[in-house]
Nanobody
Framework: QLQLVESGGGLVQPGGSLRLSCAASGFSLDYYAFGWFRQAPGKEREGVSCITSSGAGYPHYADFVKGRFTISRDNANSTVYLEMNDLKPDDTAIYYC??????????????????????WGRGTQVTVSS
């Protein structure tokens, strides 16, 4: 059974850092692109970052996290990461990992569209507060 499980969320002060992990099981990561989404209370879910399936992957970021967040993948360990630095209160949300089958080298135009994704995790809560 294909499954994604997020971890690494928690409470952090503004300016702090967290690293989220998305552990995949039941399939090989080699042929899947991944995305991270988030949903804040009372708001729509939005795309944060995505990464292609090829090798280490080519990343893409939403403007509001550029320079602060880094997405990466470790196919050997079946894990995708989201390193989050300089966190702000507006980053408070449930963060979701998602995956879709893809060989494409450029997924920027659609990787923040939820319907693109075949598999979703249940999310991990990130709270940024002093």
């Amino acid at each position: 059974q294909l499954q994604l499980v997020e971890s690494g969320g928690g409470l952090v002060q503004p300016g702090g850092s967290l690293r989220l992990s998305c552990a995949a099981s039941g399939f090989s990561l080699d042929y899947y692109a991944f995305g991270w989404f988030r949903q804040a209370p009372g708001k729509e879910r939005e795309g944060v970052s995505c990464i292609t399936s090829s090798g280490a992957g080519y990343p893409h970021y939403a403007d509001f996290v550029k320079g602060r967040f880094t997405i990466s993948r470790d196919n050997a360990n079946s894990t995708v990461y989201l390193e989050m630095n300089d966190l702000k209160p507006d980053d408070t949300a449930i963060y979701y990992c998602a995956a879709f089958w893809s060989f494409l080298a450029n997924i920027q135009s659609f990787c923040f569209t939820e319907s693109t994704y075949q598999y979703w995790g249940r999310g991990t809560q990130v709270t940024v507060s002093s």
